[in-house]
């Protein structure tokens, strides 16, 4: 028997993103968008001296899958490195295109299993780390402020 899709670890994450507001003057901001269902994700990011995420903010406009990724992704980004962001919206990536195999190293990523099936959920489950990447390496290009 197969997990349901909308789970109910997936449905708590939907009111857990944290760092759910913008930020005011960040070094970088990245929209993106799931064209299949509207799902939308804005992420914004200041890096520190090291080059690792110092602050994050979001505006989440998305289903519940698109919504339990941000939260997972807002609850462990601070802190990470734009190598770090970019390996694990590569892993997320691979894993959601091969429909199989072990979650990729990234906590919580786990709950979304049941979805492996359902390629057309995927891009709402990748907006938020695509976006928290392609905003980190804008702002690691621009160097420190």
């Known amino acids: ?20 507001q913008r930020l005011a003057d960040p070094m970088a901001s990245v929209e993106k968008r799931s064209p299949i269902c509207g799902s939308r994700v804005t992420v914004d990011v200041n890096l520190d001296e090291a ?3 110092s602050e994050l903010g979001m505006l989440v406009r998305a289903c519940a899958l698109g919504q339990a990724s941000a939260a997972l992704l807002s609850q ?5 490195s734009v190598g770090e962001l970019t390996a694990a919206q590569e892993a997320l990536t691979a894993w959601l295109a091969a429909g199989q195999g072990d979650a990729p190293d990234w906590p919580g990523l786990h709950v979304f299993s049941p979805a492996l099936a359902y390629t057309a959920r995927h891009p709402s489950i990748r ?3 695509e976006a928290a990447a392609e905003a980190a390496k804008q702002a690691a290009a621009k160097g420190p402020r």
């Open 1 to 20: 028997m197969t997990a349901p899709l909308y789970n109910a670890e997936i449905l708590r994450l939907t009111t857990a993103i944290s760092h759910d």
């Open 51 to 53: 080059g690792r995420v």
């Open 76 to 80: 462990h980004v601070v802190g990470r």
């Open 127 to 129: 907006l938020a780390f």
